[in-house]
């Protein structure tokens, strides 16, 4: 099952980098070129489920892969964080995913036709990071723990110790790469997003664009981009998208903004009719049920599939209130 998806840039993180073929993409250019070697990427699937604590769903997403190398399965875990700031206990929460996905690894695997336990895979966290701010901190767990100096060495053995990967959007050119287009194109919109430059990425990209527009391959990819560059990137009304627009060489890229932004403005009067009718069903359950447990702050944040999900709880509270 899918997780929910609490904003924008979770969402367009799922719908790129949740496809198999830009997923290959990035590991193999981002991982170390002795384990990208060995691995066969032709097997290289996505799993289901998140491993991230319920309390942090709202500011990060994940995504969890598996790959053969050697033979054998290897599990490729990336960790998409777009705070303003990056968490100093960014390591820690890692820790965490890492052995709830063994947890999880360890449920699946153990089947009747298995009798004999079989080791772990390995696990390659990765961090992408869309911070307000540069990524400064380590990427060794080890770092995270206070040590005395003349001890450290004898410490070494009872400390967990691993690395996770880095990719700071900060660090990446606007334009796209030339033989990567695709995934040049989702990762440096990441960046003009976080730095309010999505009208010179336009500028930039001008042409990749509107091939990609003209080709629609892979299959939606225009839309999602251009849609999370309305909603995430600050220029959603019709009217500024056709002062930018008007700026473009390429009318193909023009023509698709606007008919985005047409088709967002309208669905956003829509859901936000649909999303006005929930919250005052949920307002009523709860009095029903004798309790307000959401305030109207969260409540605002919610998408209508969120929405109903509440609905559908506090439906169950309701049947299980003593008459």
Known sequence: MEPPVHNPHDKFCRETLGRV????????????????????????????GSFIDEQLTEQTTDLLYEVRIQNSPMLCYLLFEHLSTAPLLKRFWLLGCMVRIWQDWL?????????????????????????????KMSAQFADLIALPEELKRHF????????????DVHDLPLAAMSDHVILGLVLSLMRAVREETVTDW???????????????????LAE?????LLVAGGSNSVST?????????????????ITFAEQLRQEGRQEGRQEGLLIGRVRTLEEIVGAIQLSDEQLAKMSV???NQVIVRLNSQLRQKPK
């Not at 036709?113 to 990071?129: E, Q, S």
């Open 224 to 228: 999602i981009l251009f849609r999370y």
């Open 107 to 135: 449920k699946r695997e153990d089947r009747p036709d298995m009798p004999t336990w079989k080791p772990l895979p390995p696990i390659i966290p990765f961090v992408l990071y869309q911070g307000d701010e540069r990524w």
């Open 241 to 257: 998208i056709r002062e930018i627009v008007a700026k473009l060489p390429y009318k193909e890229v023009g023509t698709t903004m």
């Open 202 to 220: 336009l500028d930039i990209n001008a042409a990749m664009l509107a091939k990609l527009v003209s080709a629609q391959t892979p299959t939606g």
């Open 305 to 307: 599939d969120e929405l």
């Open 21 to 48: 073929e830009l997923a290959r993409e990035f590991f193999c250019m981002h991982l170390p070129s002795q384990i990208v070697s060995q691995c066969d990427w032709n097997s290289l699937t996505l799993r289901e």
């Open 156 to 167: 070494e053995s009872y400390v967990p110790h691993f690395e996770h990967g880095i990719l």
